[in-house]
């Protein structure tokens, strides 16, 4: 009985790390004082050990530390998810963009934690700022062509004119 324990307990360690491995997300485990306790990945040149033991602020540019550490205490604090949006440069200087949530975790027994799940997301960022250009860009032509023109939408009702 013992032995089946043992194995189905080592193939669920197996499993998670194989998921935590897998996922493309950096997720972190940190403890009141704000320290990292987890990693699940790192950027390449850094190992885990690198990592662990390190204050999660810390890893954010000078004028982002007491942002994150205002996030960090309140998730603690209030017992909801925090989540942010921001841009920095990665080790190598390259600028990223992530979404963060800082999820609190209160277990009987067991020191509380925030497990923090950073997503990058600068592929969509970059989108973003690309579209709000064209759109700025298209208003811009829109409204300085000599000639009149109106735009309609599906239905056939006019929606917008230039000045001309």
Known sequence: MGSDFSSTRGASHRRLRSLLSATSAFLYEIDPAGI?????????????GDVVGTPFASWFPEEMREQIASLLQAAFDTGEV??????????QGT?????????????????????????EITRRVAAQEALRYSESLFRKVFEILPVGLWIAGPDGALQQGNPE
Do not use: H, K, M
Request: hydrophobic share 30%.
């Open 36 to 48: 990292i306790r987890y990693v699940n990945r790192t950027y390449p040149g850094l190992s885990a």
């Open 82 to 91: 925090q989540s942010t949006e921001y841009t920095i440069p990665d080790p």
């Open 95 to 119: 600028n990223r963009s992530w979404t963060c949530d800082l999820q609190p975790v209160f277990e009987p027994g067991v020191e509380p934690l925030v497990v923090v799940t950073a997503t």
